[in-house]
T-cell receptor, first 112, second 114 residues
Framework: GDSVTQMEGPVTLSEEAFLTINCTYT??????LFWYVQYPGEGLQLLLK?????DKGSNKGFEATYRKETTSFHLEKGSVQVSDSAVYFC???????????FGKGTKLSVIP | KAGVTQTPRYLIKTRGQQVTLSCSPISGHRSVSWYQQTPGQGLQFLFE???????NKGNFPGRFSGRQFSNSRSEMNVSTLELGDSALYLCASSLRSGGANEQFFGPGTRLTVL
C-alpha cells in the first residue's frame, strides 16, 4: 500500500539557517503530494502541494519539488524564523484515493 | 468563511463508556474525513463521508463509526472506550471527494480515556 517516510526529528536550527526535511514515498501511479504544518495545540494547515511530476509547490518561503524519479518531495526553506517552529508532515493522496497517508512528522525548533 | 469547527475540544471519559465527537465543515464543503493522531501511530485515516455516504474506511475496529447529515455536518462515535483510544481526533473537510482536493483541518478534539 501507499506509504510516506520522512526524516526523524527533532530538528533544531538557529534563526536564518537553511532547512531541509527529507520525504520519500511509495505509491502506485501518480499521487498528489502535500506538506502540512501543525503548530502546538492546533490542527493541521496545508503548507504546499504538488499534483504532478516536476511541479514545485511553494508558500511562505517554503518549497518542495515533486521528483518522480527519486519518489521524493523534500521540504526546503532558505532562512528559517522562530515562528517556523512546528511539526511538519509529508503526505500523499493516491490517484483515485479518498484518504491522505501521512509520514510520522518532523518536529522543528528554531532558536534565536 | 468560517473554518472547520470541532466540538468539544477536550473530553475525558473512562473505559467502557462511549463518546460522540462533532465536526462542522466549511460552508459548501461536502466531504468530511476523520483522522486519529497518537504519538505512537501518528496520523491514521478513520473514514470519509461524502453526501451522507461513507466512501472509505481505514483499518479500525467496528467500535469506531460515523455518519454525515444532510447539512454535511459529521459525527464520529466510539463505543466501549479503551485506554488506547486516547488521541487527538481531527476532522477535515473538502469541496469534493477524492483526487487532489485540498483538505482543511479543524483544531481537533483531544480525547483522554482513564
Amino acid at each position: 500500500g501507499d506509504s510516506v517516510t520522512q526524516m526523524e526529528g527533532p530538528v533544531t536550527l538557529s534563526e536564518e539557517a537553511f532547512l531541509t526535511i527529507n520525504c520519500t514515498y511509495t505509491a502506485t501511479g501518480y499521487p498528489s503530494l502535500f506538506w502540512y504544518v501543525q503548530y502546538p495545540g492546533e490542527g493541521l494547515q496545508l503548507l504546499l502541494k504538488a499534483t504532478k511530476a516536476d511541479d514545485k509547490g511553494s508558500n511562505k518561503g517554503f518549497e518542495a519539488t515533486y521528483r518522480k524519479e527519486t519518489t521524493s518531495f523534500h521540504l526546503e526553506k532558505g532562512s528559517v524564523q522562530v515562528s517556523d517552529s512546528a511539526v511538519y508532515f509529508c503526505a500523499l493522496k493516491g490517484a483515485g484515493s479518498y484518504q491522505l497517508t501521512f509520514g510520522k512528522g518532523t518536529k522543528l525548533s528554531v532558536i534565536p | 468563511k468560517a473554518g472547520v469547527t470541532q466540538t468539544p475540544r477536550y473530553l475525558i471519559k473512562t473505559r467502557g463508556q462511549q463518546v460522540t465527537l462533532s465536526c462542522s465543515p466549511i460552508s459548501g464543503h461536502r466531504s468530511v474525513s476523520w483522522y486519529q493522531q497518537t504519538p505512537g501511530q501518528g496520523l491514521q485515516f478513520l473514514f470519509e463521508y461524502f453526501s451522507e455516504t461513507q466512501r472509505n474506511k481505514g483499518n479500525f475496529p467496528g467500535r469506531f463509526s460515523g455518519r454525515q447529515f444532510s447539512n454535511s455536518r459529521s459525527e464520529m462515535n466510539v463505543s466501549t472506550l479503551e485506554l488506547g483510544d486516547s488521541a487527538l481526533y481531527l476532522c477535515a473537510s473538502s469541496l469534493r471527494s477524492g483526487g487532489a482536493n485540498e483538505q482543511f483541518f479543524g483544531p481537533g478534539t483531544r480525547l483522554t480515556v482513564l
